[in-house]
């Protein structure tokens, strides 16, 4: 674990450094008496592909350039200049901040944005320069989700520095902000983690007792999981070697939030190490409609839209179970809720669902491949 | 029915219409005389005007006693009581390019002013020899004769020249005041080579200093054109002439007309070239009149009859008295309507002085006097309407200020009154020419302070920036010491160097 303790203070020196760099090659083009210009990878759509051995977007070779000669470039640079210079406040003096904070920040520096999207995506311009997340800049969103279950960590936020904490000492889960997402692991008795996308049937896992009964960390989304609690999840399974499962309502909204679990958004493509492409959707899939017999609701018109475009997103691709599932929707054109399991009792999904569920994924749904 | 008796019946025709409107026009009047009197002689003028108030008339009206001094030429004493005393003294026979139009104005300011508070009009004149004289007179408008009332002969000791003119009338200044206003400063605009100074009856002093001492070139007399005669003038030239052939007649009284040019008029007209004006019968002068008419090759008028401004005083005047950001003028070569010259000047002024009305500012002058009244029947006012102007993009809530001169010896005013131009193809031509080359120099004013704004904006966006990324990439890079971007900012200042 001692190891591991070194990688969190390691990536933040490489974040510095990566801010520190973007800032002496500014500098030094100015020092030399040349407009300062930067390259990053382009972020348009015709830049984005599909990359299977990563099982992730990534961005292709296209790149853009921004100069301060050119007149229009010269206002989004500066504004870049300053979030790096405020990043690297933050990260150095290990402060956080969120993103309202800084099209708040900016304003005293005479720096306005015109809105909280243009400052969002000077944010963007920031994480593709220099490959790191917002979150590595200690710059959140508002949104926060949740885990419980027998893990301890040790804080390395300033004042809590080497404290150690059990994360079932809460029963309503602790919240996975800035402590959680930056602490250090220690030592888990469990075996899995369960990623659940409404925090009603997580708080009801807990008073089941889940996390004892299936030895799992138990996961609140919160509809689509926040950024940080996708990297939270990769570094459960990367650091611990747990096995993900995720549990999504029955419809293609709660299929594709498992998605971007597993397989990350376009809007990241920029980015690495936000998703876990070993995670596995274990339902609640259509065919678990049919099977279970589950009250359900018709698919409306957005929902069918919606299937026929997942069905041709280059992520639903590889596994075959997606595709499966897809043409069931569009087969028995229902929908439904993890809540519905409530019609065989409320311990049902604890008692007999989630086991089966548990025992079918090493056969079929590892998005195809063998661990 | 004597002229004076006519104008008496009839005064509505020239102005004098109610007790505000009269006013203004007696003070305009006697000015334009006053403007007309230097001018001739390339005296810059040097008009004093004061309207004092003298007693209650009605319940809207007051008697003003109206003084106005000039440096002008002055009068000889034989010819001072007829000038101011007879009505229609003089008949021209001969043509130039003047303010008033008959000689008639002033002379109708002071019988309006007998007519309406029965008091004689002082005069007093020298032309600079040893002696000024002093008339006291009054009209007698029935057999339109000067009566003498006093005179006096005074020692010139400082060799003035000049006349003095004074007389009481009955109006209403109050209302009149922003027109009288409105009249001296748009006369100080079209005149910058005068100084004119008003005293109004509450003692306000008003004071319109001239920018120049240039004058325009004084008209030279000429004679009628042929195109431009009536059967009235061809009588009357019969009856002066000493001209016993119709040869002579015409090359003697008409403007342009030569031994070549008369002899094959003559021919068009089947008249016998030997043949006595004054035996000519009623209808032969009738015919003579169309046929003048008819006739394609008389030569068109010259402009020496003319005096127009030009551009330069036109620009001093204008500059003078709006103040622009920007003026442009333009000068249309000579151009006739019915064998009468004229020439078109033109002025457009941006920003600045220039009032903003939310549509452009005209100023109408004929002859170097402003009109005042009716700016919609004006030919002007059409022609500026009539413009295109996205095609100049020039847009109408612009501080922009057009001034429109037009000077001939037969201004085409539409009516007695001296208002407004009228619609004459011609005219209009001419206008609309004039409006079109300053409206296209505006339009490069604007485009090039388009380019400068936008210059300025880039500038002001580099040196706004530039200073921060400094700031940010020493934090950032952990440095002590800024960049010196003085040279970066310098060179973006290069390419929007050639204003300022």
Redesign the interface.
């Known amino acids: 674990m001692a190891q591991k303790k070194i990688k969190i203070a390691q990536k933040r020196q490489e974040v510095l450094n990566g ?2 760099d ?3 090659s ?3 083009q ?2 030399q ?4 210009t930067i390259n990053m990878p382009s972020r348009s759509t015709e830049n984005i592909t599909y990359d299977p051995t990563l099982r992730q977007y990534v961005l292709g070779e296209k790149s853009v350039g921004r100069s ?2 050119n ?1 229009r470039h ?2 989004p ?2 504004q870049l ?2 979030v ?2 405020f990043s ?1 406040e933050l990260t150095s003096q290990r402060k956080t901040s969120t993103l309202r904070d800084v099209y708040y920040s900016a304003q005293a ?3 306005t944005f015109q809105d909280q999207q243009e400052s969002n995506n000077i944010i963007t311009d920031l994480e593709t320069l220099t490959g790191f997340a917002r979150e590595d800049f200690n710059i959140f969103p508002e949104e926060r989700s949740a885990i419980f279950g027998d893990l301890d960590i040790a804080y390395t936020v300033p004042g809590y520095e080497g404290k150690t904490v059990n994360l079932t000492s809460h029963p309503d889960g602790v919240l996975i902000g800035p402590a959680v997402t930056s602490a250090e692991f220690i030592k888990t008795s469990a075996d899995k983690v369960i990623a659940i996308e409404k925090g009603a049937l997580f708080t009801r896992f807990i008073e089941e007792n889940v996390h004892n009964k299936h030895k799992s960390l138990l996961i609140a989304c919160g509809g689509q999981a926040p950024r940080q609690t996708r990297s939270f999840i990769r570094r459960l399974h990367d650091e611990l070697g747990l096995p993900v499962y995720i549990l999504t309502d029955g419809d293609p909204w709660g299929m594709h939030i498992a998605q971007v679990i597993i397989s990350g958004s376009a809007n990241a493509a920029h980015l690495r190490d936000l998703n876990t492409p070993d995670a596995v959707w274990s339902g609640v899939w259509a065919s678990d409609i049919i099977e279970y017999k589950l009250p359900t609701d018709p698919l409306d018109e957005v929902d069918i839209k919606r299937l026929y475009e997942l069905q041709k997103d280059p992520r639903y691709q590889n596994d075959p179970v997606w595709q499966r599932e897809i043409k069931t929707f569009l087969k028995i054109k229902r929908k439904t809720e993890l809540e519905a399991f409530a019609r065989y009792g409320l311990t049902y999904i604890v008692d007999e669902y989630l086991p089966t569920k548990l025992e079918q994924q090493p056969k079929e749904g590892k998005n195809g491949k063998k661990k | 029915m004597s002229a004076s008796d006519f104008f008496y019946r009839n005064r509505d025709i020239a102005g004098l219409s109610n007790p505000s409107r009269s006013i203004f026009v007696a003070i305009r009047e006697v000015v334009e005389n006053s403007l007309d009197a230097a001018e001739s002689q390339k005296i810059p003028p040097d008009i004093y005007v004061r309207l004092s108030f003298e007693s209650e008339a009605t319940k809207d009206t007051q008697v003003y006693k109206l003084r106005v001094e000039d440096n002008g030429s002055g009068i000889p004493p034989r010819f001072i009581p007829s000038a101011f005393g007879q009505v229609l003294y003089g008949s021209k026979y001969k043509l130039k390019q003047a303010r008033g139009t008959f000689g008639l104005g002033g002379k109708m300011a002071i019988l309006y002013g007998q007519i309406t508070t029965h008091q004689p009009v002082l005069v007093s004149s020298s032309t600079g020899q040893e002696k000024i004289y002093s008339f006291k007179l009054m009209i007698d408008i029935q057999r339109n004769k000067p009566i003498i009332l006093d005179r006096k002969v005074l020692i010139n000791k400082d060799s003035w020249h000049g006349t003095i003119i004074e007389f009481t009338l009955e109006g209403d200044y109050l209302r009149a005041m922003p027109k009288i206003i409105e009249y001296f400063k748009q006369t100080a605009m079209v005149n910058p080579y005068a100084n004119l100074t008003f005293v109004d009856p509450k003692g306000r002093l008003y004071k319109f200093t001239r920018a120049t001492t240039v004058m325009p070139e004084p008209p030279k007399e000429t004679m009628p054109h042929p195109y431009g005669v009536d059967v009235e003038l061809l009588q009357r030239l019969i009856q002066i002439t000493e001209c016993t052939t119709m040869l002579s007649f015409l090359r003697q009284h008409f403007h342009r007309v030569g031994e070549i040019t008369a002899q094959k008029f003559l021919e068009f007209a089947a008249l016998p070239p030997n043949k006595n004006p004054k035996k000519l019968t009623h209808e032969e002068i009738v015919r003579l009149m169309q046929n003048l008419k008819k006739y394609k090759d008389f030569l068109p008028p010259d402009a020496s009859c003319l005096s127009p401004l030009g551009e330069d005083l036109l620009k001093a005047g204008v500059m003078k008295e709006l103040n622009p950001e920007y003026l442009v003028v333009h000068q249309r070569k000579p151009s006739t309507y019915a064998g009468h010259p004229f020439i078109v000047e033109m002025a457009m002024a941006y920003g600045g002085g220039v009032p903003k009305r939310g549509n452009f500012v005209i100023y109408r002058f004929a002859n170097k006097i402003p009109l005042l009244y009716d700016e919609a029947s004006d030919v002007s006012y059409r022609v500026i309407s009539a413009m295109n102007w996205r095609r100049y993009k020039v847009q109408p809530d612009m501080p922009i200020a057009i001034v429109v001169h037009i000077c001939s010896t037969k201004v085409p005013y539409k009516t007695v009154g001296k208002e407004f131009i009228a619609d004459r193809p011609e005219v209009r031509r001419e206008e609309a020419n004039a409006l079109r080359e300053v409206a296209r120099q505006i339009q490069h004013f604007l485009a090039r302070q388009e380019h400068v704004h936008n210059e300025k904006k ?1 500038l002001g ?2 040196s706004k ?2 200073p ?3 700031e ?8 002590t010491k800024k ?3 003085e ?2 900012l310098k060179s ?1 200042q290069k390419y929007g160097a050639e204003e300022n």
């Open positions: 801010l520190k973007f800032g002496t500014v500098y030094k100015l020092d008496g040349v407009f300062p301060t000669r007149i010269i206002k640079f500066t200049a300053w790096a210079m690297n520096y005479e720096m | 880039r966006i580099f920036y530039l921060k990324i400094a940010f990439s020493t934090t950032l890079a952990g440095e960049p010196d971007i040279k970066l973006v």
